[in-house]
Each structure stands twice: as C-alpha cells, then as structure tokens.
C-alpha cells in the first residue's frame, strides 16, 4: 500500500459501516486521519467501529441522510468529537432495484434522489461552512459511470449519479479559490453488497461492458479517493475520475 499522509486530518464518510465506505474509512485511518462513519445503521456502525478503530480515531454517528435536520445534528456531533472537519467522502448510496423508466414506482425514483442526490446536498450544506472557516478541505463524492452513461433498468439510478457529478462540478467551482477542492469518483462496479440489490441479468449487463472483464475492488475505490482526500490533490478540482476498468468511453 502506497503511503498517503493524512496525519491531522478529520475525515467524514457517509455509509462508512459496510462497503466501500468501509473501505475509504480503513484507508483514511491507515493514512493518519481520524473518521467519522455516518451509516442509517446503528448496529452495524456499532460493529465497524469495535473492529477498526479506538474512541480517539474513529467517531460514529447515525444519520438518516434524507433528512437535513439529521445531516446538521450530526455535523454537529462531530465537530464537536474532533473539533474541526477536513474531509468529506460522500459515499452512501442506493440502486433502488431495476425496472423500466416507465414501470419504475415513484417511491422509489424518490428515495433514491433522497439518498443519492439529496444526502450529498445536505451533507455539503452542512459540512462547507466549517471547511470555509479552517480555509482548507477536501470533498469526494461517489458518482457512478452510469450517472454518464446511462443504464438501462435504473434510469433512477443513473438520474441520481449525473446530479452527484453536476453538484460537484457547480460546488467545485464555487470553492476553487478557498483551498477546498471537490471531485467525483465514478465506478463500474464494485464488487460490494450492493450487487443484492440488482437483478442477475442487470449484474451480468453491467460486467460485460467491463473490458477488463471483471469488477473493481473496494480497495481500489479506496486508493484512488485517499490521494483526492490529501494535499498532494492541489489543483485537481470540479473533475470526475473513472474507475470502470476501461469501460468509461469519455
């Protein structure tokens, strides 16, 4: 593992417990940054946190991202747990299942939004201000490569990510002169928990697009967001990097 100094640095990621936000969380914290997990799951955050840290490096909060008084409260918590805020990994995200645009129920298409768009929202709302006030930070957040390509049975899906990608593309431009860079990670597909939520046919669409004919490791997510996450990520902002496995096509 590459060395990344992120010594002094207090980091948030959303949907830490599980995943690639696991993943990121333990990279941070293998690069000296102190995390905050933020996870809707109170056992599971529970768990993550006995196995990865101790109380002075890793910080819990249980946070329903859909809700911005949520976001705020637990801003708040953690602010209050390390006294400053340094790095934000927007990372949590659902699929919503795979359907038809037309045959895709409206719940659904909200809930998605909800947590993919508007979690995102929220958490920079929130979270910015205090990057202001230090005059340093780094945001990272999650897109996909369907959020620029477009898969077909997750229009909601797909809608989500691109909004994730404009939103970092407006907010990085509208911080590029105070120290605070904002960039997307856009993935194929990471071999996570996630796929559950996917039909087979729709996970074997996704994995024949892939030239290196195989899914990304959470790992990897986690390599390529530590270095956007760190000082040496200094005139890199408003960008989306791919990690599709040659899949990207622009």
């Not at 904002?182 to 559950?196: E, F, G, K, M, Q």
């Not at 290196?212 to 990520?233: H, I, P, Q, T």
């Amino acid at each position: 593992m590459n060395q990344i100094d992120l010594n002094h640095r207090n980091a948030i990621v959303t949907g830490g417990a599980r995943g690639i936000g696991r993943a990121i969380a333990e990279r941070l914290l293998a690069s000296g940054a102190r995390v905050s997990l933020w996870d809707v799951d109170a056992a599971a955050l529970a768990q993550a946190s006995a196995e990865m840290g101790t109380p002075d490096t890793v910080h819990t909060a249980t946070v329903d991202l859909a809700n911005l008084v949520s976001v705020q409260a637990a801003t708040e918590a953690t602010v209050k747990a390390f006294g400053k805020l340094d790095i934000l990994v927007n990372n949590a995200g659902i699929t919503g299942g795979n359907a038809k645009t037309w045959e895709i129920d409206p719940a659904d298409w909200q809930r998605v939004m909800d947590i993919n768009l508007n979690g995102p929202f929220f958490c920079c709302r929130s979270v910015v201000p205090h990057l202001l006030k230090n005059g340093y930070g780094r945001i990272v957040s999650i897109a996909s490569i369907a959020g620029k390509e477009g898969n077909p049975n997750a229009a909601h899906y797909s809608a989500s990510k691109a909004g994730v990608i404009a939103l970092t593309k407006s907010l990085g431009k509208e911080l590029a002169t105070s120290n605070i860079t904002v960039n997307a990670v856009t993935p194929a597909v990471i071999a996570t928990d996630i796929l559950l939520q996917m039909q087979q046919s729709h996970i074997d669409y996704m994995l024949s697009k892939i030239p290196m004919g195989r899914f990304g490791k959470k790992e990897e997510a986690a390599a390529l967001v530590a270095w956007l996450c760190s000082e040496d990520c200094s005139f890199t902002t408003a960008a989306v990097f791919d990690l599709s496995g040659g899949r990207a096509t622009y």
